[in-house]
């Protein structure tokens, strides 16, 4: 072989390796130079409900689980808000043709139209719905999970808290307590449910109001306000709203009218020492626990059904007492507290969710 055939044989070798060396590298990175296939099926949509990211509570709870997601998992994130309710249907719609595999509608009301609209016409994206119920789905879709939670569970602990206090510390005399809801949705009736039974639990001669302020938007906080002052009015001394963002009004109420406020889903004691405690949905895990789920293996996400979150799995709880408390009101109220939530977590007490 002549040294000028050798020479061309050589190169076409090493061209020849390189080339391997490259398929090789794009097998195991779905791309050369790019992120594995499994890191580029993992794109999550976040669709907000009405509120936006703002809302102290929900949605902003629900970008918390997101951003984890970011950070952990490394997946490809984004966030579609919702700033009407004729945007919930083109939001979801617009995620799914975007490319995003899951795609995560936050709040109850997508189950009333949207989703059956746009899941079943994407079979190849899967949603997961919080605060959605998947057998309430009129189409049932097999695409879409739905993830509940025990609220009433939540809403016993801190009406407990609300009896107890009231008990120790009657309002001008009276032992009354109250519950806000924006509107008559399942997670809020379950919320009050709860609240009432954990009232009288701690208080059997407490007086419980229960009222809705009609908002179908969860947002109008002059709406919370108002049916708060009817309540305090009446005698309420401690106030808890199961309403999003139109809640805030009626804890800023509480405040003006220096009764106790209970907060919703986050713990909202940031708002100041006049909220009591807080009812906890722990939606940022959720919604972290369905990303991992998708990630792990896309194709094998599976709906139809619904994932539960409730006191026994950290799913609920209640938050911080505000320190505006004595500290031998605090040390009752907690050791008091924590054997109702174990009886809750075995079984023994079932709260009624309405």
Known sequence: MTGKRFLLRAVALLALAALVVAAAAA????????????QAAAKVALVTDIGGLNDRGFNHLSYVGLQQA?????????????????????????????GYGLVIPVGVLFAFGPLDDVAPAFPQTKFAGVDVQWSSLAKKPTNVRGIQFREQEAGYLVGYIAGLVIKRHPYKGKQVVSGVGANKVPAIVRYLGGFRAGAKKADPKVKVLLNYAN?????DQAKCKETTLNQIQQGSGVVFEAA??????????????????IGVDADQGFLGKHILTSALKNVSLSVYQAIAAYKANPSGFKG???????????????GKL?????????????????????????????????
């Open 244 to 261: 999003g963002a139109c809640g805030l009004g009626g804890l800023d109420a509480a405040k003006e009218q220096h009764i106790w406020g």
């Open 27 to 38: 097998a195991r990175t779905g791309r050369a130079g790019g992120p594995t296939a499994k």
């Open 322 to 354: 505000s320190t505006k408390l004595s500290k031998a009101d605090r040390t009752y109220i907690t050791k008091k507290v924590a054997v109702i939530k174990k009886q809750i977590a075995s079984g023994k007490i079932k709260p009624p969710t309405q």
């Open 304 to 318: 139809g059904f619904d994932k539960i979150y409730s006191v026994k799995n950290n799913g609920v709880g209640y």
């Open 215 to 219: 908002d179908p938007t969860f947002a």
């Open 70 to 98: 970011i950070k952990k998992l490394k997946i490809n994130g984004r966030v579609f808000i919702t700033q009407t309710a004729n945007d919930r249907t083109p939001n979801l719609r617009t995620a799914a043709q975007d």
